[in-house]
């Protein structure tokens, strides 16, 4: 009877002082997806003199950036001159476009560009 109530202690203890005692360590959280974040991202853009040259004289150029949750659609369209023309329109496409900003940049500039970090939808 002595030697049952040994092997039952020792496995209480065993018990005791293992994981059972242990708190459960917490779930990891996943991250929050992006958040609007005013004034977010900074773009540091600088143009050539000779920019978007045609007939030896520069002329002002179009950026279009897209904030995008996924770039599947965007590759599609940026194949062929069609998909080109359409993402030269600076518009939601596509439900993947949290936001399209147009920049215009004349010859030799530099600027600072700030544009609100878009809150994704998917």
Known sequence: MRSRLSVVLLC?????????CRK???APVAPAGP???????????????????????PHALMLVVY???TTNAFNTLAKDSAGVQ?????????ASVASADRIFL????????FLDQ????S
């Open 24 to 26: 459960p360590k917490p």
């Open 67 to 69: 904030q995008l949750s």
């Open 35 to 57: 958040t609007f974040v005013p004034h977010g991202l900074q773009l540091s853009v600088a143009a050539a003199a000779d920019l978007n040259q045609s007939d030896g004289l």
């Open 12 to 20: 209480l203890t065993l018990g005791f002082s293992g994981a059972g």
């Open 86 to 94: 359409t993402l030269l329109r600076a518009s939601r496409f596509d």
């Open 106 to 113: 004349q010859p030799g500039d530099k600027t600072k560009v």
């Open 118 to 121: 878009a809150q994704s939808g």
